[in-house]
T-cell receptor, first 113, second 113 residues
């Protein structure tokens, strides 16, 4: 099983649609979780951290299910500017408080007018 | 968010030459910085973890003598690609760690001819 696994897509959705991305991770000791977005030929940018209780930031909602080792990102009312690759990122705790982010390969979203 | 800069943004060099890339955290102190590489349509791959004042930790398969990392201050880390070859052509991205989050620089696109 890959450390962080995502559906590569692409997801092609019309403007205004709601779209959800899923991600699974293999290391049950993982401590923190994030969603980043990456535009073509640009650096990743932190979209939001994912908290155990779930969290929302405007049109974006992130959920974490530790038992199933599963993270999701929901985007409501999609905008053209949401078109990007969304990276699921997990902090792999390899012990002794170490810190290393592991990136999924990303899910590509295209929002169509 | 936090701001990380990288310089240069783009560099073209001849095979056999060395290239230095600078990564600066502009509004926070980054005890730990990371260097990644991303080939076209591939996911980010961690090359090394750089800790201020100590030797970098390299990922398996990354040659430490080829990719020299120096993290001399809390706001600056440098990556030198020595004796670059065409297969080193890639998108090099640094990031700075603040708390449990990472903030990425805009990347350096290296082309070795």
């Amino acid at each position: 099983r890959k450390e962080v696994e995502q559906d590569p897509g692409p997801f092609n959705v019309p403007e205004g649609a709601t779209v959800a991305f899923n991600c699974t991770y293999s290391n049950s000791a993982s401590q923190s979780f994030f969603w980043y977005r990456q535009d073509c030929r640009k650096e990743p940018k932190l979209l939001m951290s994912v908290y155990s209780s779930g969290n929302e930031d405007g049109r974006f909602t992130a959920q974490l299910n530790r038992a199933s080792q599963y993270i999701s990102l929901l985007i409501r009312d999609s905008k053209l500017s949401d078109s990007a690759t969304y990276l699921c990122v997990v902090n792999k705790d390899s012990g002794a408080g170490s810190y290393q982010l592991t990136f999924g390969k990303g899910t590509k979203l295209s929002v169509i007018p | 968010g936090a701001v990380v800069s990288q310089h240069p943004s783009r560099v073209i060099c001849k095979s056999g030459t060395s290239v230095k890339i600078e990564c600066r955290s502009l509004d926070f102190q980054a005890t730990t910085m990371f260097w990644y590489r991303q080939f076209p349509k591939k996911s980010l791959m961690l090359m090394a973890t750089s800790n201020e004042g100590s030797k970098a930790t390299y990922e398996q398969g990354v040659e430490k003598d080829k990719f020299l990392i120096n993290h001399a201050s809390l706001t600056l880390s440098t990556l030198t690609v020595t004796s670059a070859h065409p297969e080193d052509s890639s998108f090099y991205i640094c990031s700075g760690k603040r708390g449990y989050e990472q903030y990425f620089g805009p990347g350096t696109r290296l082309t070795v001819t």
